[in-house]
């Protein structure tokens, strides 16, 4: 069962809900020394857990881009083959 405390936590968090699975998996194999201290670390651990979602999710961004970008290249140089 999760802890009522981890859940309340979780439901008033803006956290991705990807993350909220993660952290429940990873609560419940914890030992007790280590859930008390991540209730008590909530706030922080919260944060840093939001700006790696943020870096994760920008980096995704720039490689799509990139992606597009030489797709892009790769088309247009196609063309320019295929035309000659």
């Known amino acids: 069962m999760v802890n009522s405390e ?3 936590k979780l439901v008033l ?3 991705d ?6 952290i429940i998996h990873i609560f419940e194999i914890l030992p007790d020394d280590r859930k008390v201290a991540v209730l ?6 919260v944060e840093r857990i939001r700006e790696n979602r943020r870096k994760i999710e920008e ?5 799509v881009i ?5 797709l892009e290249r790769d088309l247009e140089e196609m063309e320019k083959t295929a035309q000659t």
């Open 6 to 8: 981890l859940l309340r």
């Open 66 to 70: 990139k992606s597009l970008d030489k």
């Open 40 to 45: 008590d670390e909530w706030d922080p651990l």
């Open 13 to 15: 968090s803006d956290l």
């Open 17 to 22: 809900p990807r993350d909220r699975d993660e």
């Open 59 to 63: 980096d995704k961004r720039l490689f």
